[in-house]
């Protein structure tokens, strides 16, 4: 049986999927990958044919700006790692997380990893969503129970989402 709270976490990430769809519409491999400023971060292809994407251990200051690839990648990256966690036997590692190739791909990847999250949700139990047990080996989600990491996840993809429509705003009116 769904849990109320359950179906209030889905509800609320259904609602942000909803704006992520509608930037999604018309996103083409060259509006993913166009650099806001000289300093952005990005997705590139590698010497052995994958793509990566630029990162620092520590935030950089200025923050540099990031393209609407990078922004997926980092939803990818982040999505993959709770899923594994939470869901699963745990996570690559962070370099082994690529960008598929393409904005048609990412956005399939990124639609695979929402339905996991998704379904995953709906079968926990309120006990489950109160525990630390899922979120114990989380980088992000010491202290933490599932439902605030659940809750964290919803506020992280509706952030990125709304960088990546302001990036598209900024390229549009470039």
């Known amino acids: 049986m769904v849990t109320k709270r359950a179906e209030l976490l889905v509800h609320q990430l259904?609602?942000?999927?909803?704006l992520f769809e509608y930037h999604l519409d018309g996103l083409d491999d060259e509006a993913a990958l166009w650099e806001?400023?000289?300093?952005?971060?990005?997705?590139?292809?590698?010497?052995?044919?994958?793509?990566?994407?630029d990162w620092a251990d520590s935030e950089p200051d200025p923050v540099p700006a990031m393209t609407a690839g990078w922004l997926m990648w980092h939803m990818g990256y982040w999505w993959t790692t709770?899923?594994?966690?939470?869901?699963?036997?745990?996570?690559?590692e962070r370099e082994e997380i690529v960008w598929p190739g393409d904005a048609a791909a990412a956005a399939e990847w990124l639609r695979g990893l929402?339905?996991?999250w998704r379904e995953g949700l709906l079968g926990l139990t309120d006990a489950?969503?109160?525990?630390?047990?899922r979120v114990a080996n989380l980088p992000w989600g010491q202290g933490q129970t599932m439902a605030g990491v659940a809750g964290w996840l919803i506020v992280e993809l509706t952030k990125n989402v709304s960088e990546v429509g302001y990036?598209?705003?900024?390229r549009a009116a470039s």
């Open 14 to 18: 259904d609602i942000a999927w909803a």
């Open 82 to 92: 709770t899923l594994g966690h939470c869901f699963g036997d745990g996570a690559p």
């Open 128 to 133: 489950e969503l109160d525990s630390g047990d």
């Open 167 to 170: 990036v598209r705003i900024l």
């Open 36 to 53: 806001p400023a000289p300093h952005a971060w990005n997705v590139r292809l590698g010497a052995d044919g994958h793509w990566v994407a």
């Open 114 to 116: 929402k339905d996991a």
